[in-house]
């Protein structure tokens, strides 16, 4: 998947850890020594993404440092952990500078967090791609001085949702099935993936307090978000 003019100008900026820099031949050969499937998508992780630090502006409290196989692990012959959970592979691909989950991505490319206490995973975009887009929009959006408000609320109503904003704009370089970033030029609102849990939150920016507020009262009015 390509990158967005907005997400690829902000991956252009990132640093990476040149000790997950990889070559091709090298990771393959590594995988086969340890007899793991040579998935597309892990491959692709890999040779373009792990030791990319994401960040957002003004916000080191949302560093996510990716990360998969590294040169030592190479070198001394490491074994990488991974699962297997519906007959599905997942690895560990990254930490977030504050939240305390276990990040995978799926042999289909997905990310997702990872439960240890039942062994379940929770999908919160459909590529790492997307998830740089998400970065890279939050990063864009902090950049134009908007007021973030500080809550996140459970979304009940879908469809009264959708059609309270069906005339924002959509972002659909930053959107998949778990992620939707709309925008009616002065609000911006996320609906995105809890990451415990297979259900929806609301997150919004304004021009300021009182614009998020009053936005917000409706929605708690007409029973949209909790």
Known sequence: MKLSNNADRYFSKLKRNEEFVINADDLIKYFEVHNIPKFEKIIEFQLKFSGIELKIENDESSNFNAFLVSKTDIKNNNEIEYLIIDNTYYFFCGDHQTAQFWFVISDKGEICTYNNNNETVNILYTSFEKFIENYAFIDL??????????????????????????????????????NKWISNGSLVINKGLWLHEHSFYIHIYGKNKEECDIFLKLLKIEKIID
């Open 141 to 178: 959006v902090k950049q134009n001085k908007k007021y973030e408000h500080p809550g996140y609320y459970n979304l009940l109503d879908f469809t009264r949702f959708d059609e309270l904003v069906k005339s924002f704009t959509i972002y659909d370089s930053s959107n998949d099935k778990f």
